[in-house]
């Protein structure tokens, strides 16, 4: 009896992780969504490339806020609760997204939509290894192949319907409601797998202990740039690649943004388990060389030069995002995790937004065409400084001990738009 106790709580606890799984890949579909609509957005709201990357911004800092505060929450109140509320907070911003008319009512789902997606990458990735405390590692990279291939394909199902279904407003974010639903519902059967409840709420103050401030300027380096370039893409790439290739509806657009997230979600797949420090290094080395690739990819205005930049830039995102997220984790003091991963976040969401914005407001003045080309040499030599910075700290010797893997899945952030 005890036996088939045992195997059939070890059959729903495996279920459960499933499950949490398949949330980190459908809510990061929610969120890249929007994105190949934006143009739409543009053309028949009259939006400029500001707003658009303000949207995106909004985003951004939502979920931001809700990372910093879901931890401590959940640790307090119990996973399921955030999990399922994140659900229902999805598909209300979904809701919000169809019945949208006016430019703020894009603002409020878009903020809606980080705080629940946030919410629930927190929630989850702790559920996760509540559930398999022994196997933080394999769980980090899990996630992030789940998140990158999530978005990408969310975005390109978005697109498709956008141009082949009725409605192009109304029918993706539709689409993606009914298996939101579905998802919130079987959330519900899966049991709380945080048992020890704090009896206060404490959020971490950022803070990098000196010992360590090196290796945080590595990693920043190179999963901020990483960031920068997941904020441009998501947010004026795709309008800029299907303008150069003549092109018109959302497709195009979305297949190159698709190509470089699976191409990243492949990379971590394949190399997960090498030593995390090279990785980044290459990574930053490959995005260097994949952005200034893309330059004369997008003026030439062939497709598949486009695609193959991108593909490129998204196996260096995959190589430098992991490898330095797991390359800080090795690192950290057991006694200042929590400030330097608020720390490490805070950075990256800044890096994936205010240049967003800033480009943005860049467009809206001059050409769009212009103002990526001097993007992409800024952030060619940031990654070019990050590798260098890595090259150094490898040659100084190995890393300290390593502690707590796990870190990465605790804090690992959504690919948004």
């Known amino acids: 009896m005890t036996t088939a106790i045992g195997a059939a709580t070890t059959l729903r606890h495996d279920s459960a992780y499933r499950l949490l799984l398949a949330l980190m890949g459908v809510a990061l579909a929610v969120s890249g969504a929007p994105t190949p609509l934006y143009s739409t957005y543009e053309k028949a709201w009259q939006l400029s490339p500001l707003t658009i ?29 955030a999990l399922v509320g994140s659900g229902v907070g999805m598909f209300a911003g979904l809701v919000m997204f169809v019945v949208a008319h006016q430019t703020w009512e894009l603002f409020v789902a878009r903020a809606i939509h980080g705080a629940s997606i946030g919410t629930a990458v927190v929630a989850g990735a702790a559920a996760m290894l509540d559930l398999r405390p022994t196997e933080g590692d394999r769980t980090g990279r899990l996630t992030g192949i789940f998140f990158a291939a999530g978005m990408g394909l969310g975005i390109l199902v978005s697109a498709l319907l956008a141009d082949h279904a009725p409605d192009a407003l109304v029918t993706p974010y539709a689409v993606l409601g009914l298996l939101m639903v579905g998802v919130t519902l079987a959330l519900t059967t899966i049991p709380e797998t945080h048992r020890v409840r704090r009896t206060h709420i404490h959020v971490a103050r950022p803070h990098v202990p000196g010992p360590i401030g090196n290796d945080f300027r590595f990693a920043v380096l190179s999963a901020g740039t990483s960031w920068v370039l997941i904020g441009m893409y998501l947010s004026l790439f795709p309008g800029l690649a299907t303008g150069q290739v003549g092109l018109h509806g959302h497709t195009f657009g979305a297949v190159v943004v698709a190509a470089m997230m699976l191409s990243a979600a492949a990379a971590q797949a394949v190399v997960g388990r090498h030593a995390a420090r090279p990785l980044g290094i290459t990574g930053d080395a490959v995005m260097a060389v994949g952005v200034l690739l893309s330059v004369p990819a997008v003026r030439s205005g062939h497709a598949g030069l486009i695609v193959g930049s ?29 400030g330097v991963m608020s720390a490490f976040y805070i950075c990256c969401y800044s890096a994936m937004a205010l240049p967003a914005v800033a480009a943005g407001w860049a467009a809206s003045r001059w050409d769009l065409d212009g103002v990526y080309s001097v993007f992409a040499a800024a952030v060619a030599v940031v990654c070019l400084a990050g590798a260098g910075l890595g090259v150094r700290l490898q040659r100084s010797g190995p890393v300290a001990s390593p502690l707590a893997v796990e870190v990465p899945a605790l804090g690992k952030c959504p690919e948004a738009t």
């Open 310 to 338: 991108a593909v490129v830039l998204g196996v260096g995102f995959g190589l430098a995002f992991s490898g330095a997220l797991r390359h800080l984790a090795s690192v950290l003091p057991a006694d200042a995790r929590g």
């Open 53 to 81: 990357t303000a949207l995106f911004a909004t985003y951004a800092v939502a979920a931001l806020s809700a990372i910093v505060v879901a931890g401590p929450l959940t640790d307090a109140l119990g996973r399921k609760p």
